[in-house]
DNA sequence: CCCGATCTCCACCCATGGGTCCAGGTGCCA
DNA sequence: TGGCACCTGGACCCATGGGTGGAGATCGGG
């Protein structure tokens, strides 16, 4: 997630568009940009495949509307074979359907097509660092939608854990529930293991927490992991 | 949205976050980049708001447990008086109380802890163009729930666990799942806990579990809990 | 009829987890 | 200037968990 020295790495880009007229300038004008080259194009969602396979590739600029193979399937085929390229969507729809489709599909940015240059080399860039990058109306939908159905769902959910939990205490009970053992918990938070076990075994105490399988439903049932 | 010249504009920042050991370091390594400019420094709500009412202020990095005024509801006045300031959430959780609030407070970004120096500047930077930023696991979450509600997903239940799991290898990661100790397992299913503990090994090997915590989690994934 | 899968159980070992008690340091607030 | 909450850490103890290797019993199918 973070990089220390500045953004100094040249990002390789794939640009995906099915209409060229689209896809010419776009990887031109990326192409300025001196962190960035655009190592291929593509106008469908087999030549990104193709593209992806041949050389080192850290980011796909990816439109959605393709013939062959669309950029929601491609999106999901490079998570599954080169899970470490970032996908970032660039097209003119933002409907719920292809929102949800292509985050699901694992794309790490969408944007719509007003997004200006600085904006998509931002994404561009966001995305290789392991950051989401949203259109601001595609935020407010992901949002809408999420809001729909999770507030006031059940009566369990919001104090499902007690008030008076510390900082820490709630920071441990959430990497507990990432499956972390205490050692790793200690490394996380630059403590040492006996600190750690002091705040679990207050938050234990506090929360009724009988043992660490019960800490990682609860840390779930509480949204921390 | 987008913006045609580069990102010349100086951006003017305030940094609220109750605990000074995190506030003082984080406006301090801000100020590194050229076009940030941190204008003020705030401990809870109601600071930020003063801060922001007295000078112009383009995007506010926002912790959200804080005594007074906690950073949900700073960013929800933000959001009725100063529509034009950005706010990008900077905390240690990601639950979903905390996600959802925050965003639909009207937050642009939201960040964990774990993000770098790179990552919060260009998270500022792109608030302040519009867009949103959000770190890969809030992303991660925010979707999840939106998708919860929205496609019609009926009984999904085992597809993560590997079929040649065996019938008891299942019962135990079920019981597992809700928090029995081995013991406990061994008198529900009327067997040894020594019986418990080989099932629990080959069950492990299987299915590339490994410890409780991790088992826990899958079960509860796997519909098992 | 043997083979393999499954379930059952044992002994042993060591790492991890959970509990207890204590104590120093900090920062905030009355 | 106290007190208090919180974070930090150490020592100690014992229970639990996780891994290895082995072994006997049952049952179904080739």
Known sequence: ??????????????????????????????GLADDIEVVAAASDGSEVLAAVAAG????????LRMPVMDGI???????????????VVLTTFADDDSILGALGAGARGYLTKNAGRQDITRAIRAAAAGQ?????EVQDRLL????????????????SLPADLT???????????????????AERLFISEATVKT???????????????????RAIEAGLA
Do not use: C, W, Y
């Open 73 to 87: 399937e491609a999106t999901r085929r490079l998570g599954e074979e080169f899970p470490d390229v970032a996908v």
């Open 199 to 217: 705040h679990i075994n207050n938050l234990f105490a506090k929360a009724d927490i009988r043992d660490r399988a019960d800490a990682v439903r």
């Open 132 to 136: 989401s990058v949203l259109d601001r």
């Open 1 to 30: 997630m973070s990089e220390q020295s500045a953004e100094s790495k040249q990002l390789r880009v794939v640009v995906a568009d099915d209409q060229a007229a689209v896809r010419e300038p776009l990887a031109a004008v990326l």
């Open 167 to 185: 900082r820490r205490e709630r920071e441990v009970l959430a990497l507990i529930g990432q499956g972390l053992p205490n050692r790793g918990i």
């Open 144 to 159: 809408a939608t999420a809001r729909t159905k999770a507030p006031a769902q059940g009566p369990q959910q919001g104090q």
């Open 56 to 63: 080192p590739v850290d980011v796909v600029l990816m439109d």
